[in-house]
């Protein structure tokens, strides 16, 4: 297997724990009760600060590579930038969302469950497509030079919460809830969500 999709999975598995986070979260809050909130926005802040940095732009050099060796296999993977775009989107709106509800303005219940499942559910899902279709695709289209040059062109820096010795202070806390919680749960659609509250 190809070393950047190999990074590219362990990536996911990271996320998943961080998405398992915050449906335990959200669940505590839909249930009428208080989230640890501070943990959600650190969980935000570590998405925007690094995959939608340097994750996504990986996967987005590798689709371009496909589609110059596989067009037709690169057609089935879809507008991966374009999803891409909108995960970064529905990021921020959810961490606006939580800002906000930390600032202790009054925001209706059931609209913020909905802003977290929405984030969660595409999140899962987007994940579960790479996994099933493009990764595969992408192994078995493109070449030993392909990698070589997707490796040369995009630089990762080391992962703030994940890397050893890498940890920068402001993501302690998250790391040590990441250790506690264990390991990620298999959602085998990834699309599991938080129930709707009927509030």
Known sequence: MSDVIW???EDHKKLARLLDLIAREIRIFDAGERPDYELVEIILEY???????FHHPWEDLVLEKLRLRDPHAAES????DQEHAKLAHLTR????AVHNVMRDEELPREW????ASEYLTYQRRH????????????LRGLRAEDWDEITQALKRPQDP???????KAKYDRLHQEVMKWGKPVD???MGETPAKSER
């Open 127 to 138: 994940m579960q497509m790479e996994e099933v279709i493009f990764f595969p695709a992408a």
């Open 77 to 80: 993977v879809g507008a991966l």
């Open 93 to 96: 709106r959810f961490a606006t």
């Open 47 to 53: 998405v925007i600060n690094y995959p939608d940095l």
């Open 187 to 189: 959602h085998h659609a």
């Open 161 to 167: 919460l994940f890397d050893e010795g890498a940890a």
């Open 7 to 9: 990074k590219l999975r």
């Open 112 to 115: 913020f469950v909905d802003v």
